[in-house]
Nanobody, 122 residues
Framework: VQLQASGGGSVQAGGSLRLSCVAS????????IGWFRQAPGKEREFVAA????????DYVDSVKGRFTISRDNAKNTVYLQMDNLNPEDTAIYSC????????????????WGQGTLVTVSS
């Protein structure tokens, strides 16, 4: 069971990035997938999550209207489209899977993938 995040990079404020989370070796459609981030010196923070079918999503308030989570179950991939980025979005972004309905709670997730770094300059 493995999740791999990619797509990070350095952008200026107002720019966009699209992160990808690819899952391998497990039943992708059995899991809700979440994105979390951790900035230097801060606790890990929930960012967004999407249900098994993609019919339900959830976001932290600070990214609502700017970030969009989606999934392509045929490709075992979840995307996080990030628009209008600001320096406060700078962090390592990681994806993980959960079989529980508690999509915003990190402790219920497993199979954490290696994160991808997003840096937003002002």
């Amino acid at each position: 069971v493995q999740l791999q995040a990619s797509g990070g990079g350095s952008v200026q404020a107002g720019g966009s990035l699209r992160l990808s989370c690819v899952a391998s070796l497990f039943r992708f459609t059995a899991y809700n997938i979440g994105w979390f981030r951790q900035a230097p010196g801060k606790e890990r923070e929930f960012v967004a999550a999407i249900s098994r079918s993609g019919g339900s999503t959830d976001y932290v308030d600070s990214v609502k209207g700017r970030f969009t989570i989606s999934r392509d179950n045929a490709k075992n991939t979840v995307y996080l489209q990030m628009d209008n980025l600001n320096p406060e979005d700078t962090a390592i972004y990681s994806c993980a899977a959960t079989a529980t309905p508690a999509m915003t709670v990190a402790k219920f997730y497993k199979c954490w993938g290696q994160g991808t770094l997003v840096t937003v300059s002002s």
